[in-house]
């Protein structure tokens, strides 16, 4: 028995070590391209080092005075923002009302979350596209934002709707008591204490704008401003340098890690109650 | 009438916090029901005016490409699913275990939900390069450490099971963890003592795992097999960024919408992938709870 459980042990370790590199190289790699020297992607038929021969910050440099790079942030930034005022403004009352009232029908409404949240984005992407360009809102952030909103506030309202299910009901019930309406009790009562918790929904749908892509591509595909994740994409489809390129991913994917690993707790109700892509 | 009013009057708060959030999300989603209909059935005549034909599912019928797509997107949904279920399963029972710094890997195993599909894409076809790439480097053996499987470098962009392959690679890797998340807490709600008890029998691991874990993780795994099977059916980033020369469903919207310059022809492209996808999930969905009926009735 013994001798069986070390065989267990090496088995596991190994499969722990396999999967391990498997999800860390490619993450690596993306730092290591971005802060390569050209000679060390340009080899002329040498091996590619796996460390830089010239770490340089020079990508970083160039990408932080390029106009159109800055632009691209600025543009991911206004929409990511837009869409999260849009999203908790609407999102967080209806999540505030499942969670709380007794609502007829309720399964259904949770149902038509999800059906919303499972509609092949790509499929809504020309009819979206077309529609805001008969309503003259084509490369608009606006437009980007409303489509957004559609893809967020699911999550948002499933995530708000745990955190006010976290609420001791207690609390709503006194405040009744004494008076207070409907309306004030949201405001004054919940909505003060789910703040942190919706703050993680914030970031959640600031964090689904920032790096969306095929809205973004779709919508603003003869814009002169897009956002950044477009941005990577045009200059991937140029062929440029690749150092460029994972530079560029690099600062498109920090947010997204950082923010990630924060908001993770919150997360994982999301994914289990099947809301999450 | 009056019994309306009266259900108005007395719940209006409530539908004050409810009815904007669901107007918006159901609303919207009817209008675009709306336009890709519309979309899909209309085209122009010669002076531009606007008339309801079938004539784009008609070309669509007959394209090649419409056929082509349909063969690669099932292929990659059919090869897809199960490869990130394994990926997750195996990775949610390596990190279900007590252990010193069993946290950190487990936030490890996270990180590729963290990446975006459009940074992984391009961190593929970075390491994908070819001739010189790392991949390439690794399999002619140029590094001291690797022996070498091939004696030329692959072009991996240069056909269609190469490249798609490459696009799986990455939609399973950035999937997993969403897969493994949910097979964890299918693990979590499976009680210590069957295994005890088991144990005390005198079942193995492997028995006790395909005995106990594996019929009880099956709510789980239907779980995963269901979302996972419609992300595979309309994932567009990974094949639009990787291998956009062999047509997909999803890189074929964007192929008609743009290059033939057709919204028409690409909204009833959209319709076709959303008729897959409900397709598939519906025999998907039947076919797991019959399975789950025969395993629970064993």
């Known amino acids: 028995m013994a001798a069986k459980s070390w065989h267990w042990r090496i088995i596991l370790a190994l499969g722990t070590f396999f999967t391990l590199t498997l999800i860390l190289f490619p993450v690596y790699i993306l730092f290591k391209y971005s802060f390569s020297d050209r000679a060390s992607i340009v080899t002329g038929g040498e091996v590619i080092p796996w460390w830089p021969y010239n770490p340089t910050l020079e990508m970083y440099r160039f990408l932080f005075s390029a106009s159109d790079f800055l632009r691209a942030n600025l543009m991911s930034v206004e929409i990511a923002l837009l869409t999260v005022a849009i999203s908790l403004i609407l999102g967080a009352p209806a999540a505030y009302a499942l969670a709380r009232y007794r609502i007829p029908a309720k399964g259904l409404l949770l149902l038509s979350l999800l059906s919303v949240r499972l509609f092949p984005d790509v499929a809504a992407a020309v009819p979206v596209a077309e529609l805001l360009f008969k309503l003259n809102m084509q490369n608009s952030v606006l437009g980007v934002s409303l489509a957004h909103t559609l893809l967020a506030m699911p999550y948002v309202i499933f995530i708000a709707m745990g955190v006010f299910d976290s609420i001791p009901r207690d609390l709503d019930e006194q405040a009744l008591v004494l008076g207070a309406g409907r309306f004030r009790i949201f405001f004054r009562v919940a909505l003060p204490l789910a703040a942190p918790g919706l703050a993680a929904a914030a970031i959640y749908a600031f964090l689904l704008s920032w790096d969306e892509f095929i809205f973004a591509y779709f919508l603003l595909f003869f814009s002169d401003t897009f956002t950044l994740p477009v941005y990577l994409q045009k200059i991937l489809s140029w062929s440029p340098q690749q150092n460029l390129l994972a530079a560029v991913s690099v600062v498109l994917s920090l947010p997204v890690i950082l923010f990630t690993l924060v908001v993770q707790r919150y997360m994982r109700a999301g994914i289990l109650s099947g809301a999450l892509k | ?298």
């Open chain 2, 1 to 298: 009438m009056g019994r309306v009013s009266a259900f108005f009057s007395k719940n209006w708060q409530t539908l004050l916090f409810l009815v904007p959030a669901f107007l918006y999300l159901l609303g919207f989603l009817l209008i675009i029901l709306y336009q890709v209909i519309l979309l899909s059935v209309t085209r122009l005549t010669p002076a531009g005016q606007p008339f309801v034909t079938l004539d784009n599912y008609r070309a669509l019928v007959l394209s090649t490409e419409l056929s082509q797509a349909l063969v690669n997107t099932s292929l990659f949904a059919l090869v897809g699913t199960p490869l990130v279920l394994a990926f997750g399963l195996s990775s949610a029972l390596l990190v279900n275990r007590a252990y010193r710094g069993v946290s950190l890997v487990r936030t490890a195993f996270i990180l590729p939900l963290a990446i975006p599909s459009l940074v992984t894409a391009t961190v593929l076809f970075i390491m994908f390069d070819f001739p010189g790439g790392h991949i390439n480097d690794l399999l002619t053996g140029r590094y001291s450490f690797s022996p070498g499987f091939l004696t030329e470098p692959v072009n991996f962009r240069a056909s269609a099971l190469t490249s798609l392959g490459v696009a799986l690679g990455g939609k399973v890797w950035r999937d997993m963890p969403i897969a493994m998340l949910i097979l964890l807490s299918g693990l979590n709600s499976i009680g210590r003592d069957l295994y005890e008890a088991a144990a005390v029998l005198g079942a193995g691991r492997l028995r006790s795992f395909f005995k106990i874990t594996l019929p009880l993780l099956l709510p789980a795994i239907s779980i995963v097999l269901l979302l996972r099977a419609i992300e595979m059916w309309k994932e567009f980033i990974f094949p639009f960024i990787l291998a956009a020369r062999f047509p997909m469903l999803a890189t074929l919207i964007e192929r008609a919408y743009h290059e033939w310059n057709s919204p028409f022809m690409a909204s009833a492209l959209s319709l076709v992938l959303v008729a897959v996808t409900l397709v598939s999930s519906l025999i998907l969905y039947y076919g797991l709870a019959f399975l789950r009926s025969r395993v629970t009735r064993a």
